[in-house]
């Protein structure tokens, strides 16, 4: 297969020593010479997975040039805090309505590669009945699933978090590739106000590597997601030894775990300092200190690397991203927003019918802005063009 050059090796067991030293006396070593024969190198077990080149593909499909991932993928609760922004009561009918609003626009995928989707939108249909999954197709976007199960807080430690569902995931993965997702995500976040604890960053990374392992056994490109919170008032540096520290294990976890590096994608937080420090960095240095730490981490393998916009506004985000393709890099560093693309079309629909046009072309303004920042073109133009949401 064309997946197993690049692939990880196992490492061997180890040979005793009685293998190479048979039969040797102690006792008289000078009587007579003992014949050493070294056993036979044992062979080297290459992976080589069912879906290997199937994930190499989808991989690749999605860290495609100029396009980038819509992440949608909030729980319904979460959903309904959006609906009830605009005055929408939190219903079936309602997340289908602004979800097919989402996923409808006709160009969405000249600059959109991939959609996050939460459980329900994988197996809802649009208004006019098509099936979410069939629309996505035909837009050319890859259908993706959120598969964990949420954050859940990690005993005796100060209110840090470990991430759940590993119970059943294989059995979940194997339907959701049924249904025509082709990739999946899996949140954890390490807070830096709260530690992070060793125990908080082997438990992120630990499970961001047996999720990867297991959507790959089921055909899924995992998104590996190690969210480095934005809260406090730390500075860029503190941001990225916490970030250098979770990104070194993740990878590996992953590599101890036999993952195909080419057949996932990361999407990691941005190097930015803390939410409540008072000295901001320009996009330049969010570019520098975020693309040292790739290449400190992050093996060439690996073909796409799509940012959080988590804790910036949507400007910044696409400010920072443009900054970062300013010269070549070794992966395809991209995006995969939610709020940074959601909100203004969300705030310009208000839940009415009337306004779904204007809002479905804010949306796609805003994602051939952050398209224009994948290829290092983002002039600022596209921001005259709209009203962003503070």
Not at 166 to 171: E, K, P, T
Not at 192 to 217: C, D, F, T
Request: hydrophobic share 40%; proline share 6%.
């Amino acid at each position: 297969m064309a997946s197993t050059a690049t692939s990880l090796l196992r490492p061997s067991s180890l040979v005793s020593k009685s293998s190479w030293i048979e039969g040797q006396s102690l006792r008289h070593p000078s009587v007579s010479l003992v014949r050493c024969t070294p056993a036979a190198a044992p062979a080297l077990a290459i992976r080589a997975g069912a879906y290997d080149d199937e994930l190499i593909k989808t991989a690749k499909t999605v860290a495609s040039p100029g396009r980038g991932i819509l992440a949608m993928d909030e729980s319904n609760a979460t959903c309904g805090k959006r609906l009830a922004s605009v005055g929408l009561e939190n219903t079936e009918a309602n997340r289908q309505t602004y979800r097919t609003m989402l996923l409808s626009p006709p160009g969405l995928g000249n600059y959109i590669s991939g959609a996050i989707l939460f459980e329900e939108t994988l197996y809802q249909s649009t208004l006019d009945g098509k099936k979410i999954v069939d629309l996505l197709i035909e837009q050319g976007i890859v259908p993706g699933i959120k598969t964990d199960k949420g954050l859940s807080p990690l005993a005796s430690f100060n209110d840090e978090s470990w991430c759940q569902g590993l119970d059943g995931l294989a059995s979940r993965s194997a339907a959701y590739y049924q249904q025509g997702a082709r990739f999946a995500k899996w949140r954890t976040v390490v807070s830096i106000p709260n530690g992070p604890s060793a125990l908080a960053v082997k438990e992120a990374a630990w499970g961001l590597a047996r999720y990867a392992a297991i959507s790959q056994e089921n055909g899924l490109v995992p998104i590996v997601e190690p969210e480095v919170a934005l809260d406090g008032d730390h500075g860029i540096d503190s941001s990225y030894e916490v970030a250098y520290k979770v990104w070194s294990e993740v990878f590996f976890y992953l590599a101890q775990n036999n993952v195909l590096f080419e057949g996932i994608l990361l999407k990691p937080s941005m190097v930015t300092p803390g939410s409540q420090c008072k000295e901001r960095a320009t996009p330049e240095q969010v570019a520098d200190y975020t693309l040292k730490l790739l290449r400190r981490t992050v093996p060439p393998a690996v073909p796409g690397i799509h940012f959080m916009s988590g804790g910036l506004s949507e400007l910044e985000a696409t400010q920072n991203l443009n900054a970062m393709n300013q010269s070549p890099n070794p992966w395809h560093v991209s995006f995969s927003y939610a709020r940074a693309l959601q909100n203004i079309c969300l705030k310009t629909w208000g839940g009415r019918p009337e306004n779904v046009k204007a809002a479905q072309d804010a949306l796609l303004l805003r994602a051939s802005a952050n398209s224009a920042a994948q290829l290092g073109k983002y002039t600022g133009e596209e921001a005259k063009k709209e009203t962003l949401v503070k």
